[in-house]
């Protein structure tokens, strides 16, 4: 029987909640409805008062899970969708991210945070806020990509120490499957050689990292070799690995869906320049989402996003150098 991303994620605090008692899930709707995407069904039942409903306060959400993970709980709080935690972001910023380094006591919660679009969701329900976190010290940053880190990288998430936003991609949640579950072998904080190259290295993470890999096939039929890296991991960002990838192959495109300025493909580009500059044969390059809110009409969507044929054309442009 086939497990689906969104499965994995459900499995993953399925099991976090038999096997620590010091887990439980807290946020709008994750009790008998089972979440806004389904990610919590059936737990409530089976772990009764431990999948508890929180009130249309992402703030106090957060708060309280903080002053749980201080009195040695391990809290997994559900955004709803992750535009929505910015509500809660003096919480997360000002009091999670800095509490180890005020006081020497952990804060070891886990915040989940649907991330992206889907087709006609709109400026409020699908914006990728990882850059955002990622910015800020004491934060880890989690962008799984494929089902079984989905899986694996949750439970990771909830074993550290430090406060982890989890950024579960929601166009991947019933449109990725595998036949059957196995953990990943990576460590959470492991970039992965999704596909070996020799022409030209394509990083990126979440829901474009299956973009890339179609990319990769249309350009393998022209003889072009892509080498794709999935960062999985944006905060601790395993440069090594891009930097490796780029010494194999000598070109750099960055693909992230989410805004240009200031972003993730910003960063990994900056890292590979200064660290990595006589390895490039030639300047790298970023293909990011359109620099506005995302629209809610599937076409104007589809256009406002990297695709496969996008990347495809950009990899060739670079090329030619």
């Not at 949750?154 to 950024?167: G, H, K, R, S, T």
Request: hydrophobic share 45%.
């Amino acid at each position: 029987m086939s497990t689906t991303y969104l499965e994995a994620i459900r499995e993953a605090q399925k099991k976090l909640l038999q096997d620590d008692s010091r887990v439980y899930i807290y946020g709008q709707d994750v009790g008998a409805f089972g979440g806004a995407f389904k990610a919590t069904k059936n737990l409530a039942d089976a772990f009764p008062g431990r999948v508890l409903d929180a009130p249309i306060s992402e703030d106090a959400m957060v708060g309280s899970a903080i002053g749980a993970a201080i009195e040695g709980m391990r809290p997994i709080i559900e955004m709803q969708f992750s535009d929505f935690s910015v509500t809660a972001f003096n919480q997360i910023i000002n009091q999670a991210a800095t509490l180890y380094w005020r006081t020497q006591v952990a804060c070891p919660i886990t915040i989940r945070m649907p991330s992206g679009a889907n087709p006609g969701s709109g400026p409020f329900h699908s914006q990728n806020l990882e850059a955002l976190y990622a910015h800020v010290p004491g934060l880890v940053v989690l962008a799984p990509a494929t089902v079984p880190d989905a899986y694996t990288m949750l439970l990771e998430a909830v074993e550290i120490d430090d406060p982890v936003i989890f950024c579960e991609h929601k166009y991947l949640y019933n449109r990725l499957k595998i036949d059957r579950l196995t953990p990943s072998e990576l460590t959470f904080n492991h970039a992965r050689v999704a596909r070996v190259g020799r022409d030209i290295t394509i990083v990126s993470y979440s829901a474009m990292v299956p973009e890339a890999l179609f990319a990769a096939e249309i350009l393998e039929r022209e003889g072009v070799l892509a080498e794709v890296v999935d960062l999985r991991c944006i905060k601790p960002l395993d440069i090594e690995t891009v930097i490796a990838s780029v010494a194999r192959t000598g070109r750099l495109l960055c693909v992230d869906e989410s805004w240009p300025w200031g972003g993730v493909n910003a960063e990994v580009i900056a890292q590979v320049t200064t660290r990595g500059f006589h390895l490039l044969d030639a300047p790298p390059q970023r293909l990011n989402g359109k620099d506005t809110p995302v629209p809610f009409h599937p076409n104007l969507w589809n256009v406002h996003k990297p695709s496969s044929k996008v990347i495809a054309l950009k990899a060739r442009e670079l090329l030619k150098w």
